[in-house]
């Protein structure tokens, strides 16, 4: 084990059809692809071909860890989860979701960096991994019981303390928009994963192991970890108290043991509406605060309501994001607009807490009046129905998934002109919403503006974006496509990084402070030596592994699996350029829903210069401008001379 400090050494491959367990050996991989999703990408170079679909039983399905899971840096409780997503659409792409919770953690203690299942079992089973034991057991008792109902019969029979990955009805109905939930909320949303679990017969994946991995410098990392802790700390103390105690007892939610960013919010003893005689518990997330609607919104059902849909859907395994940015305002677009009166002869009851609720069973089901339309998520329902006011045209950004951060709405998250030109390069390469893992230039430099909180300025945020991205237009708010598309890029690499090692969003990168007089976060590190905000990421990585590369040399890595992937696009279903440019359309055709303030109108991109912006990130990027290719220089400059001789064959 010298030679792996942070690293197992070994994967965990689980054959569903016969049965079977195989250990794979992970080093071939990890230096060179940092772990977690950029795992993934190698893994799936190998094991995927063209016309596989995400409910074949060859469509493997990974849990991956990465060098930082089961150590104690801050935010590194996530588990990175890759298959072919159903979700993604009109392809369904190799592509990846992320959650809470301590699974990633225990797949590192059992002794591996990922688990990755094949096939299909005979009957409903669940996978019980326990340090060097690994067994298939039979859930037919499972199989139509929801996430928390789940969890809480294998706590029972595992132990109270061992993560559980489980899906609901949703994933075995094969739902596009399901969800693989653990916890009390946190769960791997985007991409319809569940329902690739479903397809395998698998309910449910629980890991528990007593290892723990070897750190190249453990006291050093220790002692950096604490220090990030304190520093992000310290900042979100300023802006985010915690919640004030209410009627049911709110208080901030930490989804892992290593969270710091507590970002959900717990209740107690809500009282039901549809089901009036129940009470619930549990947390409000990202999106689900929605579920109750607004005033003056397409729906209104307050609170105690909209907190039982809440865990509903989290129950079941259906993906909030779809459910509240996607399907739930296109009904109330289309019934508005006179389109929508009935959904499969149900009547269209907007403010009816019930009527929204047998939506969710719907989808959870594939049962009730509404179930053809609804079972698969809001833009299935379009493609179904073939309704699609003016609004709602706003609602689907690309590739089957809700807007996120893309300055569209209605009620979308608050982004205003020119910074969602970089949200547009994003969304243009993905195969799915992006923003899951780009939230430290959309959301964290808009809401730390003075559009947001006002607490740093235009003129800290402008030398912050010479500093990072080498572009001080990059945060200028009264700039235009200059200097967009190299944060683009920053962001693109983060995200990779951020899913490979894996850390929360939430917290890395660290670009923003109010701590310290230019607004640019900087610790201590072991040495005595000065580390800045965007470098703390490296600096675990290092001290973990004893690979000090440097922090360009981590960023070639996020780079490396990244064209992997674009690579695997192009082999596998044909990626171009062209396809890519639908996806600028989209910003070109739409209107932002919120003004910059300093500009006074709503704007839509331009495609002339939105299309001369995006050769500049392709240029970055080392991507042919014309055909989206990664050139030939660059391929052979990330060492991806294997994967070039594929394309070369195809003649790509």
Request: aromatic letters at 10%; hydrophobic letters at 40%.
């Amino acid at each position: 084990m010298a030679d792996c400090k942070g690293w197992a050494g070994r994967l965990l491959l689980v054959d569903l059809t016969h049965g079977t367990f195989e250990h794979l050996d992970t080093m071939p991989y990890a230096r060179e692809y940092i772990g977690g999703r950029g795992l993934g990408a190698a893994l799936a170079w190998e094991m995927l071909r063209e016309g596989v679909g995400p409910f074949d039983p060859q469509n493997p399905l990974m849990f991956l860890s990465g060098p930082l899971a089961g150590t104690s840096a801050p935010a590194s409780g996530r588990t990175t989860i890759c298959s072919l997503a159903p979700q993604s659409h009109p392809i369904h792409w190799f592509s990846r979701s992320n959650m809470g919770g301590d699974l990633g953690h225990h797949i590192k203690y059992a002794g591996y960096d990922g688990i990755i299942i094949v096939g299909k079992a005979p009957r409903p089973v669940y996978l019980w991994v326990h340090d060097d034991e690994a067994e298939l057991r039979d859930a037919t008792d499972l199989w139509g019981q929801g996430i928390m109902a789940t969890q809480e019969a294998l706590h029972q029979r595992l132990g109270k303390e061992v993560p559980v990955a489980t899906i609901g009805p949703a994933g075995e109905s094969l739902s596009c928009i399901a969800t693989i939930g653990i916890n009390e909320g946190s769960a791997a949303g985007q991409g319809g994963f569940g329902a690739v679990m479903g397809a395998k017969n698998l309910k449910a994946v629980a890991v528990y192991g007593t290892g723990r991995p070897e750190l190249a410098r453990p006291e050093a990392f220790r002692q950096l970890g604490r220090e990030i802790a304190r520093e992000f700390v310290a900042f979100r103390s300023r802006r985010a108290p915690a919640p004030t105690p209410g009627p049911y007892n709110a208080r901030r939610h930490n989804c892992s043991r290593n969270c710091i960013a507590g970002c959900a919010t717990h209740y107690e003893k809500v009282p039901g509406t549809v089901f009036p005689q129940r009470t619930y518990a549990g947390i409000v997330q990202c999106t689900a605060g929605r579920f109750r609607g607004a005033e003056g919104h397409y729906w209104n059902i307050g609170f105690e309501a909209g907190f039982e849909l809440n865990m509903m859907a989290n129950d079941w395994g259906i993906n909030h994001w779809d459910l509240m940015k996607g399907l739930f305002p296109w009904i109330g677009m289309c019934h508005t607009a006179g389109l929508l009166d009935t959904i499969g002869g149900r009547a269209v009851e907007l403010n009816d807490p019930r009527f929204w609720y047998e939506v969710l069973y719907a989808i959870a089901t594939r049962q009730g009046p509404m179930a053809d339309v609804v079972a698969d998520g809001g833009w299935q329902a379009i493609v179904r129905t073939g309704l699609l006011p003016e609004e709602a045209r706003q609602l689907y950004t690309a590739w089957g998934y809700a807007n996120h951060w893309d300055g569209r709405g209605p009620r979308g998250n608050t982004i205003t002109y020119p910074f969602w030109l970089v949200s547009a390069l994003l969304w243009m390469v993905e195969t799915r919403d992006p923003m899951g893992g780009t939230h430290g230039y959309v959301q964290d430099m808009t809401r730390i503006s003075p559009f947001g909180s006002n607490d740093l300025s235009w003129e800290q945020l402008m030398a912050i974006g010479e500093r990072v991205y080498g572009a001080a237009a990059a945060m200028d708010p009264l700039s235009n496509y200059e200097g967009k598309a190299e944060p683009a890029l920053f962001h693109a690499r983060r995200s990779m990084m951020k899913d490979s090692l894996p850390l929360c969003d939430r917290v890395f990168p660290r670009l923003f402070t109010t701590t310290t007089d230019d607004g640019f976060p900087r610790v201590t590190g072991p040495d005595g030596q000065t580390i800045e905000g965007p470098d703390f990421e490296y600096h675990l990585y290092a001290l973990a592994t004893g690979q000090e590369i440097g922090p360009e040399g981590l960023e070639r890595a996020a780079e490396r699996a990244l064209t992997l992937e674009r690579a695997q696009q192009i082999r596998d279903w044909g990626r171009t350029r062209a396809m890519d440019n639908q996806v600028l359309d989209f910003f070109c055709d739409t209107v932002e829903e919120y003004v910059n303030p300093l500009l006074g109108e709503r704007k839509r991109a331009e495609k002339g210069p939105l299309m001369a912006l995006a050769d500049r990130f392709y240029a970055l990027h080392g991507w042919d401008i014309a055909t989206g290719v990664p050139t030939r220089e660059h391929m052979e400059e990330l060492g991806l001379t294997e994967a070039l001789a594929v394309l070369a064959r195809n003649r790509v």
